[in-house]
Structures are given as structure tokens and as C-alpha cells.
């Protein structure tokens, strides 16, 4: 019996999986129906920060403010396409960019933070001039994870400084639009 343990651990995780499929596939097959029929209409699909992107993809111009010297700005993936297209309610793409700069003196203990900086881009600045407020929410360890930033002359950015990469997300408060835009963004590093 001892020689099978290992057999039947390694079988373990695939069997599981398998289970999972076979009870989900009436979902699965919704899901996987919708995002073909999304596609093909022509509007894009994308899954969360892995970068999982199908159907075209929205320009992206970089603006918003100077990075510090030193710092690599790092834009959004969504960048393939020529022309702009603007959401449901009219306004022009906006997507979540951010800077990170290596911070020595705020280290502690074994944890290296970094200075991050996040904001808004537009395809141009009638799309930003729309939003009214941007809601950050952080990794829960942050404090205060859930942060308002109110100021477009900033471009709407968030500073403050971390020592882990994180996936982030902002509920984007849009003048004319009912509910708020929602964007999520890996903070790497």
C-alpha cells in the first residue's frame, strides 16, 4: 500500500479539476458561448491582470504626470489598435498606468518597498475630463486600502509605497454614467 501513496497523491489535483469541469460544464459552456459571441460582435474581452486579452484592443496614449527620474513608467497592454473606441456612453478609452521607483530608506526588516505612483490615461483629455472621482482599492493589507482621488490636475494619481506586487482595481466615477467604470491594474514592480 505504501507504493501507492504516491500514485494516488499525484492523481489527486487532476481528478479534482476533472470533477470541477464535469460539474460546472453547463457554466462552463454559457461562459465560454458568451465570450465567443462577445468576440465575434466585435467588442474585446479581457481577463484580469494575467493579460488575457481576445478582440480588438484600445489605443492608449501615455500621459498623466512625470515620472521621478529614475522611475520606468509602465503603461497598460492595451495598446494594438489605431483608432479609438469610445465605451457605451460615448467617453474615450481611459485605462490605469503606474510607476514604481525603489524607495531604500522606507525598508524594514527583510521587506524592500517601493514608491508607487497610479493614475489615469485617456485616449485623449475629453475622456479624463469626464471622471469626477477615482476610487483605489488596494491589497487589503494596505491601510486605508480603499482610497478617493478627486484631483484631475494630477490626473487623478495615487501615491503612496509598498513592498509586494499586488493586482489593484478603481471604480472610475464618470459625469453622464450611472455606474462607475471599473479598471484593474498588476502592480509590478
Known amino acids: 500500500m505504501k507504493d501507492w501513496i504516491p500514485l494516488l497523491q499525484s492523481l ?3 481528478v479534482l479539476i476533472v470533477g470541477l469541469v464535469i460539474k460546472f460544464r ?24 494575467s493579460g488575457v486579452r481576445l478582440g480588438p484592443a484600445s489605443p492608449q496614449t501615455p500621459s498623466g504626470p512625470e515620472p521621478e527620474p529614475g522611475a520606468q513608467p509602465v503603461l497598460n ?10 465605451d457605451a456612453t460615448g467617453a474615450n478609452t481611459i485605462h490605469l498606468a503606474h510607476t514604481a521607483r525603489r524607495e531604500r530608506q522606507l525598508d524594514r526588516g ?4 517601493h514608491s508607487i505612483h ?12 469626464r471622471v469626477t472621482k477615482v476610487v483605489y482599492h ?19 494619481e495615487l501615491r503612496t509605497a509598498g513592498w509586494g506586487m499586488f493586482n489593484l482595481t478603481a471604480d472610475v ?3 453622464g454614467r450611472a455606474t462607475p467604470l ?5 502592480i509590478n514592480f
Open 138 to 156: 488596494l491589497h487589503p493589507t494596505f491601510y486605508e486600502p480603499n482610497r478617493i482621488v478627486t484631483n484631475r490636475k494630477t490626473d487623478f
Open 77 to 86: 497592454a492595451a495598446s494594438a489598435s489605431a483608432e479609438p473606441r469610445p
Open 26 to 49: 453547463s457554466s462552463l459552456h454559457r461562459l465560454a458561448d458568451t465570450i465567443t459571441s462577445r468576440v465575434s460582435q466585435g467588442a474585446s474581452f479581457e481577463a484580469g491582470a
Open 110 to 113: 527583510n521587506y524592500q518597498y
Open 12 to 14: 489527486i489535483w487532476p
Open 118 to 129: 497610479v493614475f489615469l490615461v485617456g485616449d485623449d483629455d475629453r475622456g479624463l475630463d
Open 182 to 186: 471599473k479598471l484593474e491594474r498588476y
Open 173 to 175: 466615477h464618470l459625469e
